[in-house]
T-cell receptor, first 114, second 113 residues
Framework: DAGVTQSPTHLIKTRGQQVTLRCSPK?????VSWYQQALGQGPQFIFQ???????QRGNFPDRFSGHQFPNYSSELNVNALLLGDSALYLC?????????????FGEGSRLTVL | GENVEQHPSTLSVQEGDSAVIKCTYS??????FPWYKQELGKRPQLIID?????GEKKDQRIAVTLNKTAKHFSLHITETQPEDSAVYFC????????????FGTGTRLQVTL
C-alpha cells in the first residue's frame, strides 16, 4: 500500500500565478482533506472532499478551490498566488465509512512563491 | 471556532527521562484528540489519540490524559530515546468531523544522549 501520495513534491511559482496540487488517497479511503502548514506552524484545515463534493471548509479565501474525482483522488488549486501562500500543503485521507478513523497524511507538496 | 494552544514550544530532555507536552482547547464540544509526530521533512504520523469518553490511554511508552472539565489534554513519553526527537502536534475535533482537525503550534522535542 503506497499510502497517501502527493505531487509535485516541490514547486516554485511567482506572485499572481496559479498552482494545482494533486493527491491520491490511501487505498480504501474515500474522504480527502487538505491542510496548509506554514514553516514552524501546525497544519491548518483548508477543506474536505467526500463523494466529489466539498463538505467542510476552513478559513481560507475563495482563491483556494478543489476537486475530487470518481476514483477519490483530489486536486487543490490556488489562484492569484501571494507570498504568504508559501507553505507545505498536506493531503490527508480517511477510511471509508469510519467517521472517526485515523487521518493519514501524505508527505506534502512544498510551494514557494517568489 | 476551535482554538488549540500547545506548550512548550521546545523541550530538551536527556535520554531515559520523561517528556510532557500540554494542550488546551476552547470548544467544549470537541471530543476527539489525536497526537501527531512529524520528523523533519516527513509527514505527520498519528501516535496516539483519545476520545472524550475516556480520561487516559496508554500505548507502551506513550500515554495521553484528558481533563474535559479543564479542557486540557497532555502527552506523556517515558524512557525517551533519541528516535523520539521530532515535532509533536496536538489536535482537536468533533468526532463526526474527524477530517477537520485544529492543530496546536507544535512542540520540538530534542532527546540528548
Amino acid at each position: 500500500d503506497a499510502g497517501v501520495t502527493q505531487s509535485p513534491t516541490h514547486l516554485i511559482k511567482t506572485r499572481g500565478q496559479q498552482v494545482t496540487l494533486r493527491c491520491s488517497p490511501k487505498s480504501g479511503h474515500d474522504t480527502v482533506s487538505w491542510y496548509q502548514q506554514a514553516l514552524g506552524q501546525g497544519p491548518q484545515f483548508i477543506f474536505q472532499y467526500y463523494e466529489e463534493e466539498e463538505r467542510q471548509r476552513g478559513n481560507f479565501p475563495d482563491r483556494f478551490s478543489g476537486h475530487q474525482f470518481p476514483n477519490y483522488s483530489s486536486e487543490l488549486n490556488v489562484n492569484a498566488l501571494l507570498l504568504g501562500d508559501s507553505a507545505l500543503y498536506l493531503c490527508a485521507s480517511r477510511a471509508r465509512g469510519v467517521p472517526t478513523g485515523e487521518l493519514f497524511f501524505g508527505e506534502g507538496s512544498r510551494l514557494t512563491v517568489l | 471556532g476551535e482554538n488549540v494552544e500547545q506548550h512548550p514550544s521546545t523541550l530538551s530532555v536527556q535520554e531515559g527521562d520523561s517528556a510532557v507536552i500540554k494542550c488546551t482547547y476552547s470548544d467544549s464540544a470537541s471530543n476527539y484528540f489525536p497526537w501527531y509526530k512529524q520528523e523533519l521533512g516527513k509527514r505527520p504520523q498519528l501516535i496516539i489519540d483519545i476520545r472524550s469518553n475516556v480520561g487516559e490511554k496508554k500505548d507502551q511508552r506513550i500515554a495521553v490524559t484528558l481533563n474535559k472539565t479543564a479542557k486540557h489534554f497532555s502527552l506523556h513519553i517515558t524512557e525517551t530515546q533519541p528516535e523520539d526527537s521530532a515535532v509533536y502536534f496536538c489536535a482537536a475535533s468533533l468526532s463526526g468531523t474527524a477530517s477537520k482537525l485544529t492543530f496546536g503550534t507544535g512542540t520540538r522535542l530534542q532527546v540528548t544522549l
